[in-house]
């Protein structure tokens, strides 16, 4: 019975049908038997009703990055199997791998390494421009530019992206404004889409639009939480483990890691 911890950049409540859309998604993807807690952000971390005006800004995803790596040790502690970073630019999953002994699992990095693999080449279709410059820095990390043909952001993205939300999931005007931009991706050479945010994945999905533009949209919500319980169960059945002899993984005392937290990340 894997349980998976899956790290949202928004705050629970502030959209309840979106927190119930992705409960129904998971459900629709995994066995009966696993687990997924939707963990979101601090209350008090905005006011606004989504993280789109702090994003944009480095500085503050600095921030945001050290919760999520705070939380991959709440995660471990509290049981769970695997951790999961439910946000493209995957703030904070560097760290979180350094901290942690159970599988973690970057929206993006884990969409962009399986497409690469399978030599498929992907456009990224956003609605955030900012984050063109985190994304492409963690591709270059990782070794999977030459996979990318590019990113595409929809003009007025925000509004509309907003509106579907407000609205339980009415995404006629965003798919209007993703086809537009995945038919430029296309003409570049991308076989794919790749949603640059989680947010639209979450909307096309619920709407049941699998494809934009004449071609795929990948679900990368549902890719990490579907690797999330394979890796939980192969490493439970003894098929991989990730060892604690290197720099990266030998482990201070529980009670060491605590005064550390206390200290560094209270």
């Known amino acids: 019975m894997p349980k998976i911890w899956f790290q949202k950049h928004t705050i629970l409540g502030r959209f309840p ?43 503050a995803e600095a921030f945001f990055g050290w919760e999520f790596a705070r939380q991959s040790l709440e995660a471990e502690r509290a049981g769970y199997d695997a951790y999961v970073i439910g946000t493209s630019q995957d703030p904070g999953l560097s760290h979180a791998l350094s901290l942690t002994s159970i599988p973690v699992i970057g929206y993006g990095r884990q969409t962009f390494s399986l497409l690469a693999s399978q030599r498929i080449q992907f456009g990224i279709v956003g609605f955030i421009p900012a984050l063109e410059a985190p994304i492409s820095a963690n591709m270059r990390t990782q070794g999977v530019s030459s996979s990318c043909v590019g990113f ?19 995404v006629r005007e965003l798919v209007s404004l993703m086809d537009r931009a995945a038919e430029k991706l296309k003409a570049r050479g991308a076989d794919v889409v790749v949603c640059g945010e989680g947010l639209e994945n979450e909307l096309l999905w619920a709407a049941g639009v699998r494809e ?9 919500n549902g890719l990490t939480v579907v690797m999330a319980d394979a890796l939980a169960r192969a490493r439970a059945a003894k098929v991989w483990d990730v060892g604690a002899n290197s720099y990266e993984r030998r482990r201070l005392a529980p009670s060491v890691v605590r005064h550390l937290q206390e200290v560094f990340m209270p």
């Open 17 to 59: 049908w979106l927190d119930a859309a992705y409960d129904a998604h998971f459900k629709a993807l995994l066995p009966e038997d696993t687990i997924v807690r939707q963990q979101g952000l601090p209350g008090r971390a905005f006011a606004d009703a989504l993280p789109v005006n702090y994003v944009e800004f480095g500085q």
């Open 152 to 170: 595409e952001y929809m003009p007025g993205a925000k509004e509309v992206i907003g509106d579907a939300l407000a609205n339980s999931g009415d």
């Open 212 to 220: 934009t533009g004449g071609l795929p949209v990948i679900d990368s």
